[in-house]
């Protein structure tokens, strides 16, 4: 693929870029807004959304040089490319304007995170002694005739090792939301694509945020503790002791303490998980990765309910706002869905035949062309 070609398929995609900063400005605006009307700075407390950006922004950079070898080592047809096939790569695909806009997104989505951690913390500030976790309850024994959908998976599916499945699934989260934002930023041929996603998911912060400001909740493991006594301990055992712990602090001193971080309604870790299956699907990607994240999403959903964080309404809603979230991005980053599906079907549908036929000429796999695998 010569470079004029690169340039053509991959025209620099600011809209997206801009997007996602905008979404970031007005999350932190308004953090600074609210947190103030309590009484407390917006702040980073213990630095982790500048550890998280740091630590992702070392694991994309390390990706980037994997995707600059495997392309190299496509177009020179064996697994070691020289030096000058390498920079050739990485000249063509690893622009400035590439570089500047994977860095604005990740800027972006972290600046999102750290307002919405502080918007989550005053929630309690903001709507004292206002908790719907009864009425969250009350739904679900509705959904399920009168039973307790948590009883019904522990009856169902038991305890044990099951528990320490879901647990570690559970606890997987913080890897594989990073994870997936770094993989479509970096192996994306169309950063658009990638850019709208991440866009999504900073949408999911803010509407996460909004959701707990709606109905004030806790989640059945500290509604009911003793629906969940029966489980082994596990990581999330410990961590939602943490949490609890956490937030009693932060109400007897949020001046002092780390901000609290326990709200049930609506499940971000549905919405970011539907989000992420629904964005692969709908932009027609590989079909082994869309099947992983449609479980992945399976999965999580049993782990909420199962381990106690949510409430089954809290997971219908965070579907409703995982789709929510991706259409605003869509029309925020003017990116084409179904445009998208369609070129990625046509690509797949000539790919078996072009490396084939490359390879028969003798010819070299164009860089970023995909191979038979």
């Given at each position: ?48 959304a500048?550890?998280?950006l740091?630590l ?34 990485r000249?063509?695909?690893?622009t ?47 959904l ?30 913080i ?8 993989v ?15 866009a999504a ?72 998980s539907?989000?992420?299956?629904l964005?692969a ?20 959903a ?47 549908g000539?790919?078996?035949v ?20």
């Open positions: 693929m010569t470079t004029q070609t690169m340039s053509s398929r991959e025209a620099q995609p600011w809209r997206g870029v801009v997007a996602g900063l905008l979404v970031a400005v007005a999350t932190v605006v308004a953090g600074v807004v609210m947190t103030d009307h309590v009484g407390l700075p917006l702040r980073d407390p213990d630095h982790v500048a550890l998280y740091g992702v922004g070392l694991g994309v950079a390390m990706l980037v040089g994997l995707d600059i070898w495997v392309r190299a080592a496509r177009r020179a047809g064996r697994p070691r490319p020289s030096r000058q096939q390498l920079a050739s790569v000249r063509e695909r690893w400035t304007g590439r570089a500047l806009a994977v860095g604005g997104a990740l800027v972006g989505f972290y600046a999102t995170y750290m307002a919405y951690r502080n918007l989550k913390s005053i929630v309690p500030l903001l709507r004292p002694d206002e908790l719907f976790d009864r009425q969250l309850a009350d739904v679900d024994r509705d399920f005739l009168g039973h307790d959908p948590a009883a019904l998976l522990h009856s169902l599916i038991g305890s044990g090792v099951t528990t320490h499945v879901l647990s570690a699934a559970y606890v997987a989260f890897v594989f939301l990073p994870l997936t934002i770094g479509a930023l970096v192996f994306s041929d169309r950063l658009d694509d990638a850019l709208l996603y991440v998911q900073s949408i999911n912060w803010v509407l996460g945020a909004a959701s707990y400001f709606l109905l004030p909740s806790l989640g059945p493991i500290y509604f009911d503790p003793g629906a969940f006594a029966n489980l082994p301990a596990s990581e999330v055992t410990n961590l939602q002791a943490i949490l609890l712990d956490q937030r009693v602090a932060f109400l007897n001193d949020p001046v002092g303490s780390t901000p609290q971080s326990i709200a049930a309604f609506a499940s971000l870790h549905i919405s970011m539907f989000t992420a299956a964005a699907q709908m932009l027609g990607v590989a079909r082994r990765l869309r099947i992983a994240l449609w479980v992945w999403l399976a999965v999580t049993v782990g909420t309910i199962y381990l106690g964080w949510h409430y089954v309404v809290d997971d219908i809603a965070g579907v409703l706002m995982g789709a929510a979230a991706l259409g605003l991005a869509r029309v925020a980053t003017g990116v084409d869905l179904r445009a998208a599906r369609l070129r990625r079907q046509g690509e797949r000539g790919a078996a072009r490396p084939r036929a490359a390879r028969r000429a003798g010819a070299p796999v164009a860089a970023g062309e995909p191979s038979d695998a």
